[in-house]
Structures are given as structure tokens and as C-alpha cells.
């Protein structure tokens, strides 16, 4: 897929270390001929970030706090005074409280709730309609990413669930209401990966022993074939390709029931 996104940029939102799901698709655009721009949030998570993104030869890194306007009006307003047209995002952004990422979906606070459906769900909507203007001019890529928990119970998955849930939806919605300005809005749904994320998640580890056993492939995800469906997505190939949510889990999401030897 060398050079297939030759002359597109675009910003990444969401990378926190080199085992970032985020990351892997920057290095797979970056390999892919891509410019690329980085979001973060924090001081502590800019350090991190900083020499992952000069690896890539991206020397623009911006501070965004996704529950504030004013914080992605300032980043997009500075993204626009470096490129005034881009090609695509990805948002690799979802936030919940890790003490509801265990136990019961019935406990899961009405503050937590919140806070997790802004986050997770939301900011991909705040997100697209800063980054489509940047897109009129000659279409674009929307990408989020969510999970097979938003249509299946997983265990400790709870509130998230129910926020990428939200987010697959806002993808199908965007997806029509960006469609006729040549803008394509998908969703990637990778299984369990070892990531930061992921980690939080109660039972983490034996979710993804699960899935690596069981799924028709018997592997789970990797950095790159998720970073090289993010490229597919994002350049000409993709172009009639939208609101969809592309599995990347090893073929998990078609089971009925473990595999024989695992019943």
C-alpha cells in the first residue's frame, strides 16, 4: 500500500504510547505517504507523544480537551493555519471511569454516564463538524473506532457498551449527512488489543485469551492490519465505502459459540 495515501494529510486524535491503536494507524499512513498532524491531551501525554510523532516526521502536536469548544475551536484553528484543507481525521478518543469497568452495567453512575457518552460518542460529532469544512473542497475521511461490546454483551464492558453504541450510530448518521459533500465517515471495530484502554477493562487479559483462541483466524487484532484498514479506508479505494463499521477481529464478531475444543 506504498504511496496510496501519497499527497493526503490528516490529524490523529487519541494516541497515548506506541501500543495505541491510534498508533498503529499513523505509522500505517505515515508509511502509506501521508502528512500527519497529532492531538493529545495533557502535558504527560505530549511528552509521551512528542517522539512518536517526530518518528513520523509530524512536528505538529496540539493540546485538546474534547468536552471543551473553546479547546477544539483553538486546535482546529490552528490546524487550518497550517493546512487549510485536510484529508482525513481519526478519532481514537473514549473515556470511562475504570471503577465502572468492572462488575455490573446496572451500577454504572449517572456521572459516569455522562461523562462517558460526551466523550466517547459526542466529541466524534464536535470532532466532524470542525474537520468537514476543511474537507468540502475535495472530500475526506472520517474514522472512529469502536468495539463488539456496543452490539454484544461483554463482560465489564458496561457503560461503553452503551457509548460505542452511540458512536456506530453517529457514524451512520454523519456517514448521510456528509455523503453528498464527498466526505466518508466509518467506524473500525478491532477485537480485544493490549493496549492502555484496553487494560482498564476488568478481565482484560482473559478476554483476550477468548478471543485468540476461539476467533475463525485464531488471532486477535494487530497494530498493523488495523493501521492497513485505516489506510484502505482513508484513500481512493475506500471512496465508495461509508458508514460501515469494518471488523478487524480475526472473524470473532461471526460466532455463535467458542470453538468444540474450547466448549
Known amino acids: 500500500m506504498s504511496g496510496v495515501l501519497q499527497g493526503k494529510r490528516g490529524l490523529i486524535m487519541g494516541v497515548a504510547n506506541e501500543r495505541s491503536i491510534a498508533w498503529g494507524i499513523a505509522k ?18 505530549g511528552t509521551r507523544l512528542k517522539p512518536l510523532a517526530e518518528s513520523v516526521d509530524s512536528d505538529f502536536m496540539v493540546d485538546v480537551d474534547v468536552t471543551d469548544d473553546a479547546s477544539l475551536d483553538t486546535a482546529f484553528a490552528q490546524l487550518g493555519e497550517r493546512w487549510p484543507t485536510i484529508d482525513f481525521v481519526v478519532h481514537a478518543i473514549a473515556y470511562s471511569d475504570k471503577s465502572e469497568l468492572t462488575g455490573r452495567f446496572l451500577d454504572t453512575s449517572r456521572a459516569n454516564f455522562k461523562n462517558s457518552m460526551d466523550i466517547s460518542a459526542y466529541s466524534f460529532i464536535e470532532v466532524a463538524r470542525r474537520a468537514y469544512p476543511m ?9 472512529t473506532l469502536t468495539y463488539l461490546g456496543s ?35 466509518n467506524a473500525i471495530s478491532p477485537g480485544p488489543m493490549k493496549t492502555l484502554a484496553g487494560a482498564a477493562i476488568g478481565g482484560a487479559r482473559k478476554t483476550f485469551k477468548h478471543s485468540d483462541q ?8 494487530t497494530l498493523e492490519a488495523v493501521g492497513g484498514t485505516a489506510v484502505y479506508l482513508a484513500s481512493d479505494a475506500g471512496a465508495c465505502t461509508t458508514g460501515e463499521i469494518i471488523r478487524v477481529d480475526g472473524g470473532f464478531h461471526v460466532l455463535g459459540m467458542p470453538q468444540s475444543d474450547n466448549l
Open 214 to 221: 476461539n476467533a475463525p483466524m485464531r488471532s486477535n487484532a
Open 28 to 45: 500505517a499512513m505515515h508509511a502509506a505517504g501521508a502528512e500527519l498532524a497529532f492531538t493529545y491531551q495533557g502535558e504527560a501525554f
Open 135 to 143: 474537507m468540502q473542497e475535495n472530500g475526506g475521511t472520517l474514522l
Open 151 to 185: 452490539n454484544r454483551v461483554v463482560p465489564n464492558y458496561n457503560v461503553m457498551g452503551v457509548a460505542k453504541a452511540a458512536l456506530e450510530s453517529a457514524t451512520r448518521y454523519l456517514a448521510n449527512d456528509l455523503g453528498p459533500e464527498g466526505i466518508r465517515v
